[in-house]
């Protein structure tokens, strides 16, 4: 019984620390959102901001400055659903599919899926800085681009449902690390693909 106890109390804390860094993050992924009555999952009225349309001086320095605002707009817009799936573990409501495909909707779909599992929701905001286009063909049969981003947890919370708590993230978890994301345009449309967490990589 004490094996099992010790065997059931690291997988957990595995759980979290990957979890966290993988962000789907761990201890955001005990997010579960089975959604609760006791006001575990509040809303914030903050959202991300959406890419500024690119200036004429900007285009005529970077001819690209367009569809790079637009890679950014559709990043943006995909962790602003994510960040309400997030706060209810569900995608239902949101408009995640118009964002997110592949790789990283499997990723995303996982994290509720263990937010469920761990009767968790997300509370607060997830910090994005210094996100830019660090990579854009234009020129392949489906355009792709590769967006760098510094995430920001001070203000992220995985709150317990079942418990009403707040769960502390892990002591070793960087409260800012890199991570990248890859898109492709398909049919005019930018869509975020793959998102790999850089939890070695603070920014």
Not at 83 to 93: Q, V
Not at 117 to 127: A, C, D, F, S, W
Request: aromatic share 8%; glycine share 4%.
């Amino acid at each position: 019984m004490k094996r099992q106890a010790n065997q059931n109390a690291h997988s957990a804390f595995r759980f979290r620390n990957q979890a966290a860094l993988s962000f789907t993050l761990g201890a955001v992924l005990m997010v579960s959102g089975c959604s609760s009555s006791d006001g575990g999952d509040k809303p914030s009225a903050k959202s991300p901001a959406a890419a500024p349309a690119p200036s004429k001086s900007s285009a005529k320095t970077d001819p690209e400055a367009a569809e790079k605002a637009s890679v950014l707009d559709s990043y943006r817009r995909m962790w602003a659903e994510q960040m309400k799936a997030y706060r209810k573990a569900d995608a239902k409501g949101t408009d995640l599919t118009k964002y997110a495909s592949l790789d990283a909707l499997g990723k995303f779909r996982l994290d509720l899926a263990h937010m469920r599992k761990y009767n968790t929701v997300i509370r607060g905001e997830l910090g994005h800085e210094d996100t830019k286009v660090s990579a854009l063909d234009m020129n392949a049969k489906t355009p792709k681009a590769t967006v760098t981003d510094c995430v920001d947890l001070s203000d992220w919370q995985t709150y317990d449902v079942k418990a009403k708590k707040v769960i502390p993230l892990p002591s070793n978890q960087p409260m800012r690390y890199m991570a990248t994301a890859k898109a492709e345009r398909w049919n005019g449309h930018w869509m975020v693909t793959e998102y790999t967490p850089e939890g070695e990589r603070k920014c």
